[in-house]
Each structure stands twice: as C-alpha cells, then as structure tokens.
T-cell receptor, first 110, second 111 residues
Framework: GQNIDQPTEMTATEGAIVQINCTYQ??????LFWYQQHAGEAPTFLSY??LDGLEEKGRFSSFLSRSKGYSYLLLKELQMKDSASYLC???????????WGAGTKLIIKP | DARVTQTPRHKVTEMGQEVTMRCQPI?????VFWYRQTMMQGLELLAY????????DSGMPKDRFSAEMPDATLATLKIQPSEPRDSAVYFC?????????FGPGTRLLVL
C-alpha cells in the first residue's frame, strides 16, 4: 500500500532549529516534495528531492534517503511567520498524482 | 507572476443547491488537479486532468460531483445536489511536471 507518516504537531522556539520528519512506504518512488501551508491559505511549494542528500535553500533544507524511505525538512533561525503546516508528498512513477502526508502543524513560540 | 485562480473564493449555499467552482490554471500547465481539504481528512484528490483529458476521478463521489475541462484555460467542479458534508475548502492545482501550484481555494459551506 501507500503510506506517508509525519508527526501531527511540533512546537519550537523563535530563533531555534526544528527538523520535521517524513517516512514513506510507496509502490515506487520518483521524488519527494515539501509544501508549506499557512492557516486559511493554499499549500505552497518548498522543495523537491530526487536524489539522496541535502538540498539547501536559505533557512530551509530538505534531506532524502531513498534506501530508508525517509526525508526531513530542516528549518533554521525560526521566525514567527514559519508557524504553518508542512506537508510531505511523494511522486510515484508513471503517475502525475502526488501521495500526500497528513501534514505537521508547526507552532513557533516567542 | 503566474498564478492559479479560483472563483468564487467563498460560497454559502443551502442543501440541495447546485454549486459550481471554477479554476484557471497557469498558462502552459497541462495537468490540473481538484482537491478537497477538511480538518479531519487533510488533502483528498478528487480528480485530475492531463491535456484536458480526465485521468482519474476515483476520489470523487460520482453521483453528485462532476469535473470538466471545457478548454485549456478553464476547469470546473460541480456538486449537484450539495449536502452539508460537502462543506470544505476546494483547491485547484496545476502543473507541467511534478510540482503542483495551488490556487487560493474555494471555501464552501453547505447549510
């Protein structure tokens, strides 16, 4: 079957670093996406990993291990505006759909 | 700045009424998706199109929902008749590769 697991909720402090994990079991794999969704808004694209390793984009980095079926999103120098849900999604081969995780709600405290 | 647009942004209707939601995908994108999001269910794929052809609508209740792409600049999602359990945010997304770009959503409330 297809399954993507992420923690439901995480809390972190402004200025700190937080790592949001995502594990997946899917029949085939092309790549993994991370999206950010602020409350009341649409999901917005953050990153896409195809190969193993770390991709850095400013304060946000995303890591992928295909052999372990594991990814994480690393957020550094947290700001209050980073309070949002973070959605992990897998792209299966031969298919234009994405398989979505339920999302991790990140709460940033001052 | 190319964006997916959706109308209406909010809709309040009574049970039994028809609801039509519209989406204009980003110009040049050939894949269009309709999603529904609720607090309980997260993001659910209802239907998607590739080059205007429906590829999968298995997530959609067929008796009341229908999705079409009359042309490359317009996708529609209809609910007839609507029910209170249809209350949710409906997102349209478009893409040309793997990445999907979402519209702002239609927030539907069926009383």
């Amino acid at each position: 079957g297809q399954n993507i697991d992420q923690p439901t909720e995480m809390t972190a402090t402004e200025g700190a670093i937080v790592q949001i994990n995502c594990t997946y079991q899917t029949s085939g794999f092309n790549g993994l996406f991370w999206y950010q969704q602020h409350a009341g808004e649409a999901p917005t694209f953050l990153s896409y990993n195809v190969l193993d390793g770390l991709e850095e984009k400013g304060r946000f980095s995303s890591f992928l291990s295909r052999s372990k079926g594991y990814s994480y999103l690393l957020l550094k120098e947290l700001q209050m505006k980073d309070s949002a849900s973070y959605l992990c999604a897998v792209s299966p081969p031969g298919n234009y759909q994405l398989i979505w995780g339920a999302g991790t709600k990140l709460i940033i405290k001052p | 700045d190319a964006r997916v647009t959706q109308t209406p942004r909010h809709k309040v209707t009574e049970m039994g009424q028809e609801v039509t939601m519209r989406c204009q995908p980003i110009l040049g994108h050939n894949t269009v998706f309709w999603y529904r999001q609720t607090m309980m269910q997260g993001l659910e794929l209802l239907a998607y199109f590739r080059n205007r052809a429906p590829l999968d609508d298995s997530g959609m209740p067929k008796d009341r929902f229908s999705a079409e792409m009359p042309d490359a600049t317009l996708a529609t999602l209809k609910i007839q008749p609507s029910e209170p359990r249809d209350s949710a945010v409906y997102f349209c997304a478009s893409g040309s590769g793997g990445t999907q770009y979402f519209g702002p959503g239609t927030r539907l409330l069926v009383l």
